[in-house]
């Protein structure tokens, strides 16, 4: 367990950077994970079952998904956002919960578009789908917080970036979670998958080449304004349903620590090979306490 004190929080406010964010080597057991764009053979990503049996990670009403992020420059070459149903798939994609062709219930993902530097979010369901592009360039090797939320209700999709609203745009609404027990010709359909577009179907759909850390996926609408980003590790809470803080820090079994078990698994290959466990993460994190304030 990590611990920060209210002198530890004083100190991220002294040190932190622009966008309240700081790197760090932690001398806790603290990493993240470092992908490269290897966007072929099912390498460099991490793969996280939804269905087969079913997981409590297959979101698909009301959802919340965010993380952090950090992304060099000239590592992502996709052009300029695309809107409109699945435009999203065009950018450097980060988060894929796609289903080959249209039907059945729907389908959503999150990409990094190169050339803007910008977060497209995208939610389809059958033939009716919507992208959402943000405007906040996040393509400056600096730590930021991303998070998106959409309502079944009322279709709306929004992203934040920092805490900041960067767009909202009204995509379809209803059920678009992976159907419990859905046949598929497509190994990859019934997976979430981080780093890469799922089924390295062409090279037009490209894979995300940066750092990330803290993803957590909840069954809300957390945000519906803007808000002050996280400064410490994300926690699991009765909405949580998918909570991966990337601190293994080495093998290929990547724990969820939101209490459903929705584990997921390392897929290392490509040159130079990802994700690899990296030191850098969005946090000062101090060592653990070894008293309570005040003890001996």
Excluded at 12 to 34: C, I, P, Y
Excluded at 132 to 137: A, D, E, K, M, R
Excluded at 224 to 240: N, R, S, V, W
Excluded at 279 to 286: D, G, M, S, V
């Amino acid at each position: 367990m990590r611990y920060i004190t209210i002198v530890s929080l004083l100190f991220l406010a002294l040190v932190g950077s622009s966008n309240g964010f700081q790197d760090a080597f932690a001398e806790s057991d603290a990493f993240s994970l470092r992908f490269y764009g290897n966007g072929v053979n099912d390498i460099d990503r991490v793969k996280i079952p939804v269905d087969a049996p079913p997981t409590a990670v297959d979101v698909g009403g009301d959802f919340t998904i965010e993380f952090f992020l950090r992304v060099p420059a000239d590592e992502n070459g996709s052009g300029a956002c695309v809107t409109g149903n699945s435009g999203w798939t065009y950018g450097n994609i980060i988060l894929d919960r796609d289903i080959f062709n249209d039907g059945d219930y729907g389908d959503y993902g999150i990409a990094l578009f190169g050339e803007a530097g910008v977060i497209a979010f995208g939610v389809t369901r059958g033939g009716n789908g919507e992208t959402l592009c943000g405007s906040i360039n996040v393509v400056d090797d600096v730590w930021h917080h991303i998070a998106v939320t959409r309502s079944a209700d009322t279709g709306l999709l929004s992203l934040y970036v920092d805490g900041v609203l960067d767009g909202t745009v009204t995509g379809p609404t209803g059920d678009v979670s992976y159907r419990d027990g859905r046949a598929s010709s497509y190994p990859n359909d019934p997976y979430l998958v981080i780093g890469a577009e799922k089924h390295d179907y062409d090279p037009v759909y490209p894979s995300y080449s940066g750092w990330l850390d803290e993803l957590r996926i909840s069954t809300s609408v957390r945000y519906t304004e803007d808000f002050t980003p996280p400064t410490i590790p994300l926690a699991p809470d009765a909405e949580t349903v998918g909570l991966y803080h990337f601190d293994e820090g080495d093998g290929d079994f990547i724990e969820d620590s939101s209490g459903t078990e929705s584990h997921g698994v390392r897929q290392f290959g490509g040159t130079p090979a990802g994700p690899e466990w990296s030191t850098e993460i969005p946090f000062l994190i101090p060592p653990e306490a070894t008293s309570e304030p005040g003890g001996s």
